[in-house]
């Protein structure tokens, strides 16, 4: 499947963390005769954000640039209601010309990220869902003594979630019964923003790491949840407590009786290009990630 595995420790009961690394896009259908590209979205997207953007093409090797075209603001009532597909444009005013450049069917895009610093403590970029996840845990493991553990833990990077969790699913099948536990580590979509009620969702940002304990693919333990908050309490560590919406990759694992048991990070505007986020919640979820495979 394409997942990176690492363990550390020995004995049991097996701990499993799991955060991804694709992230959402758009893959090639067709080639146009003027040179442009028609897409199909990779993973849950809004296009209209994606209008008027940079855009990179994934070749295999090094990316071409181009640009998601903007869609024709004056299309008439019945377009409107049904927007037209996204399309790119690399520069090119020919198919032959494109595909000159490497370009094929099935190849994938995606925007040019870039990391920027807002006021404070707070930034934002393309992909935090879930690059911040997979840093944390390398935060984490950089910090963990392996020799001090005290069962197995292993570390998956896994792909694939935006479509349908399968790189977390061939690891779920590769270990069966063995887990005791698993904790997904991804991004908590937060209700903190100027532009949505607080009623659902709402962990602030800079407030600490967050125990998902309630979203759309599971439903984690009271007790789990309780034994998470006692540690954070007692290592001094942020942690609250939510309910959100999306899936996780640990949800995967309940087909063998695994608990999941999902520890992420507070995001404004998911899976927009101006994903953003609060250092400080980074810190406290990898501090959090390296308390649970030490201390539970």
Known sequence: AGNLWLTLGKGEPTVVFVAHLDEIGFRITAIRDDGSLDLTPVGGLFPS???????LVHTGGTPVPGVFMPRDSGAGAEQKRTPPFLLADVGTTSRQ??????????????????????????????SFDDRVGSAAQVLAVKRIKPDLLKHTVIFLWSTREEIGLEGARAAANALGLRPARVHAIDTFVSADSPLEPTSF??????????ARALDNSSVTPAPLVDSLVALARARRIPLQVGTTNGGNDGSVFGAYGVPDVPIGWPLRYSHSPAETIDL??????????QAVAEGW
């Open 280 to 289: 400080r919640d980074v810190a406290s979820l990898a501090a959090m990630i």
């Open 49 to 55: 954000l994606w209008e008027a953007k940079p855009a």
């Open 97 to 126: 010309a494109t595909e000159a450049l490497g370009i094929s069917v099935g190849h994938t895009l995606t925007m040019p990220k870039q990391f920027v610093r807002l006021a404070g403590s707070r930034a934002t970029g393309r």
């Open 201 to 210: 969702g709402l962990a602030p940002l800079g407030h600490g790491a967050v």
